[in-house]
């Protein structure tokens, strides 16, 4: 297994451009999750979802979007970019069956100037 | 709602010192409880974690035990190493994640 994975690992976009951040998980997992973490703090939920076709807001979802078609993809879509999404995002999965543990990607470092 | 206190950092020790890192939890019911390890320039990798009251999560020489009493799950490790230098974040569980702040420790040698 592969686990969760993320692309791209570093992007630098200009104030008011668009990206989608990509997260893959091989693991059949129902939840997933999406995470950004500023320096030195720790982890703001900002969406997740319980299962295909389902997606909820988390803590901080302002200026964000997801998708989630398939169990295994989980896209953020950030449009319109501002440098206060400068950071770093990470994508989760977890399953019920495994006492929803969090299987964690290696990151995304985002900055916008 | 949920929520996780973690003791305030950075914290800084010798080689082989004694660790402790706490945390509290408020939640209703029995939520899971997790310790997580973050070095530097990677994602999150879990380190222990307990499911119930009284349960002692364990790994790689560290130890943190579940107490629904006291609503804790203080991270605990006998000798610290260089190695062992990192960011460690406290988190609960239902199926969405309440983190702690993260608490940055730097190991001496």
């Known amino acids: 297994n592969a686990g969760v994975t993320q692309t791209p690992k570093f992007r630098i976009l200009k104030i008011g451009q668009s990206m989608t951040l990509q997260c893959t998980q091989d693991m059949n997992h129902n939840y997933m999750y999406w995470y950004r973490q500023d320096p030195g703090m720790g982890l703001k939920l900002i969406y997740y979802?319980?299962?295909?076709?389902?997606?909820d807001k988390g803590e901080v979802p302002n200026g964000y979007n997801v998708s989630r078609s398939t169990t295994e993809d989980f896209p953020l879509r950030l449009e319109l970019a501002a440098p206060s999404q400068t950071s770093v995002y990470f994508c989760?999965?977890?399953?019920?069956?495994?006492?929803?543990?969090?299987?964690f990607g290696p990151g995304t470092r985002l900055t916008v100037t | 709602g949920d929520s996780v206190t973690q003791m305030e950092g950075p914290v800084t020790l010798s080689e082989e010192a004694f660790l402790t890192i706490n945390c509290t939890y408020t939640a209703t019911g029995y939520p899971s409880l997790f310790w997580y390890v973050q070095y530097p320039g990677e994602g999150l990798q879990l380190l222990l974690k307990a499911t119930k009251a009284d349960d002692k999560g364990s790994n790689k020489g560290f130890e943190a035990t579940y107490r629904k009493e006291t609503t804790s799950f203080h991270l605990e490790k006998g000798s610290v190493q260089v190695s062992d230098s990192a960011v460690y974040f406290c988190?609960?569980?239902?199926?969405?994640?309440?983190f702690g702040d993260g608490t940055t420790l730097t190991v001496k040698p």
């Open positions: 988190a609960l569980r239902r199926f969405e994640s309440t």
């Open positions: 989760a999965s977890s399953s019920r069956q495994e006492a929803y543990e969090q299987y």
């Open positions: 979802s319980v299962g295909a076709g389902i997606t």
